[in-house]
């Protein structure tokens, strides 16, 4: 007997209140807007004989892979994010990738888990979102109840191992006066992408055309605003398709891992972890 | 047929014009006040067996274990931190650990290398001891010509494989009225130590005599000042130590690996890695 809640029911939740009701499948839609204040991130579930790997290609990209938790091989747990999370079941939704194709949503990976498996979370743009929207940012996806634009970009990542490719960023169109607000505002966030890739002409970056982006929605830019671009959690998950490893599970997108570390943190450790 | 230089040729020396003097070993000497603006790091080199623990270990402890570079294996290049590195020559000294235990000190370790070793760079205080100097906050080990007291605490590491202990810590007597300035500043620079671990009263960090430092030189604490501890990159090279790993390769004290990435940048990736 499972009760089943909407994204309205959950949105005074504790972040805890939120784990535990996606972890008995009550609820499994998208993680955007809960847990305030929390720190929520993109997941990465790989093999450990390539996770030395691909945490050299994490800090070696920052920007796109900002690093914010690690679990032990074959442990679920990952209690320097929050003291109660078993990845099997804690994210609403799940893509399992086998020898690098997709093979299918799942709300547990219980089945998938083994000894060998490596968890790696990585921080995301709501961080910064929140934080444009508290002060006085506009931020037009949200506004419209669109996803965010992604563009695969001509700016290359510097490899690592299997792991190697372009970077993906996103884009949200400001207001030509607050410009210089929004790169202040989100470089406080080095651990949710920081300050921007890149700011104006999409050309300049490899972009041919913002009405048709890659992943997400086209949204409408006003006069007197300019595309800002960030660097995006799509980067990773792409990469690890590029370099098809025999599994890897990430998150669906928007169905983040949510923590318990505070989004201003100076770290994303939790002090008793 | 080899130049010497002293500390005061090279302090108008660029980052790698000091690296040059370093590998012809035209200079041995610790690096404190050279290469101005650029970033330093503490250093470790280990078997790639222990490298995935090792960076589990950096990323749970990010406060004493600034991960800012790590290297291929096999592979003396550190391509992220600058373009022409050769690990094996590049630092004035470094110090030798053969199962745990301190073997011999050496400028070159050319003969120890293998295809099998990691090396891993992490951010050292001179960062942000150069930023309180740059705004009138004292620091007094640098005035008086000593090296910073450093001490064990019984705070806990967030363990990893092999790797665990207590952080050590060093002391900064900071004015009163300078003491929310001089967190303000170290916190600007979180891939170098950031903000303060404590502040006051020694006991309660488990430090019983702060005229016995466990490393470097005791200091003077002025009637209105206050001792101020910040995490110390000591901490991984004492828990590499106790996890007694068959090769373990650091820095001696003060002879930092310099890189080219600006202390002030917003990663610790130089632009076209």
Known sequence: MTTSYSHADLVASTASQLRAAIRSDSYTGHTAGLAAGKLQCNLAILPETYA???????????????????GDTGNPALPTLAPDIDIRT??????????GAFSEEVTDISQHWSD???TVALGCSFTFENALLRNGV???????????????TNIDLVPAGPFSGKMVVTMRPIPEDQVSQAIEISAR??????APIAIGDPSEIGISDLASPDW?????IRPGEIP???????TPQNVL????????ITHSPGHMLVSDVAEDAETTILPNA
Chains 1, 2 share one sequence.
């Open 90 to 99: 804690d994210v609403s939704k799940y893509r399992v990738f086998l020898d």
């Open 189 to 194: 966030y080095p651990q949710a992408h920081g």
């Open 216 to 220: 997400g929605d086209a949204v409408e």
């Open 241 to 248: 398709l590029g370099a098809a490893l025999p599994i890897c």
């Open 138 to 152: 506009p931020v037009r996806h949200i506004e419209t109840g669109r996803n965010v634009p992604m563009y695969r």
């Open 52 to 70: 030395l790997d691909f945490l050299r290609f994490c800090q070696r990209n920052p920007k796109p892979c900002p690093l914010v938790g690690v």
């Open 116 to 118: 060998d498996l490596v």
């Open 228 to 234: 800002v671009y960030w660097a995006c959690g799509v």
